[in-house]
């Protein structure tokens, strides 16, 4: 019930295209969902968050669609550029104990240029 | 603002011996998480401080422990290492306001290798 399932495992998008990844959740507590990027060799960087107040989140090039419902919430990234080509993790944490993160397996992302 | 500094960030060690791992947090910031990152389990928590106390507590062995100063630098320590404890080694800062409930922002690790 604290899984976080990701897909797709990788991905590969040509520059200018949309590349989407989703994630899938059971537990119906979790009440913090966060996107981080990772490069190789350094940490995690947060790229964006939302809560279950609202559907869909929006800073840039990075949206962020959460469905209450079906317990799943997407990543969207527009106009994927080269520089975009990272891991993403899907993450989702409780409220009073915020701070641990359930990381989903991540997401090779490849922009093609 | 300084990120969050973690040292070292390399480390090779042999079975059987122990390790400690240090963060610093970016300044202010109270609650320090610590996450180890494997090939094979991906990102798994390990244990949260915040004002010197565990908050939260992640499944693994007894091996695994931690501490946290009254300045909010954290480590951690694993004893007895295996082979299977080679990983990075992540530490995340959070600041707990309500502005910023939940944001937590990582290191860039340590990289523990066992032999």
């Known amino acids: 019930q604290q899984q976080v399932k990701q897909s797709p495992q990788s991905l590969i998008v040509q520059k200018g295209g949309i590349s989407i990844i989703n994630c899938a959740y059971e537990n119906t507590a979790f009440d913090y969902f966060p996107w981080y990027q990772q490069f190789p060799g350094k940490g995690p960087a947060l790229l964006i968050a939302?809560?279950?107040?609202?559907s869909e989140k929006k800073e840039g090039r990075f949206t962020i669609s959460f469905n209450k419902s079906a317990k799943q919430f997407s990543l969207h990234i527009m106009d994927s550029q080269p520089g975009d080509s990272a891991t993403y993790f899907c993450a989702a944490s409780v409220g009073e104990y915020g701070n641990k993160l359930v990381f989903g397996a991540g997401t090779i992302l490849r922009v093609k240029s | 603002k300084a990120g969050v500094t973690q040292t070292p960030r390399y480390l090779i060690k042999t079975r059987g011996q122990q390790v400690t791992l240090s963060c610093s947090p970016i300044?202010?910031?109270?609650?320090v998480s610590w996450y180890q990152q494997t090939p094979g389990q991906g990102l798994q928590f390990l244990f949260e401080y915040f004002s010197e106390t565990q908050r939260n507590k992640g499944n693994f062995p007894g091996r695994f422990s931690g501490r946290q100063f009254s300045n909010s630098r954290s480590e951690m320590n694993v004893s007895t290492l295996e082979l299977g404890d080679s990983a990075l080694y992540l530490c995340?800062?959070?600041?707990?306001?309500?502005?910023?409930?939940?944001?937590?922002?990582f290191g860039p690790g340590t990289r523990l290798t066992v032999l």
């Open positions: 939302i809560r279950p107040d609202v």
């Open positions: 995340a800062s959070s600041s707990l306001t309500q502005a910023s409930y939940n944001e937590q922002f």
């Open positions: 300044s202010g910031h109270r609650s």
